[in-house]
Nanobody, 121 residues
Framework: QVQLVESGGGLVQAGGSLRLSCAVS????????MGWFRQAPGKERESVAA????????YYTDSVKGRFTISRDNAKNTVYLQMNNLKPEDTAVYYC??????????????WGQGTQVTVSS
């Protein structure tokens, strides 16, 4: 079974930056496209960004384009999400998962614990 461990969240002011990391084990990491997802209080989980297995092609939901950057290091079995110019509406628990592309839907049924991102205005 795949294990997903997210880290890097925190409390920042609007306009600030955070870098999230997700360590993956239990599967051949480089075989999968990967994605970041988030769930705000009272809302359904939504896709944020995805990246193909090679790291050459990326996908973003419209609300984060130009502010977030997804990347991966296949040697470290880790996927990253650099978040700049954060807004209060980015407040959510962030999760990673393998992803179907280009739809950016999650691939595995199990999830990690997520990492909380809180953006104050």
């Amino acid at each position: 079974q795949v294990q997903l461990v997210e880290s890097g969240g925190g409390l920042v002011q609007a306009g600030g930056s955070l870098r999230l990391s997700c360590a993956v084990s239990g599967r051949t990491f480089s075989s999968y496209a990967m994605g970041w997802f988030r769930q705000a209080p009272g809302k359904e989980r939504e896709s944020v960004a995805a990246i193909d297995w090679s790291g050459r092609t990326t996908y973003y939901t419209d609300s984060v384009k130009g502010r977030f950057t997804i990347s991966r290091d296949n040697a470290k079995n880790t996927v990253y999400l650099q978040m700049n110019n954060l807004k209060p509406e980015d407040t959510a628990v962030y999760y990673c998962n393998a992803a179907n592309i280009p739809t950016m839907t999650p691939y595995f049924s199990n999830w990690g614990q997520g990492t909380q991102v809180t953006v104050s205005s």
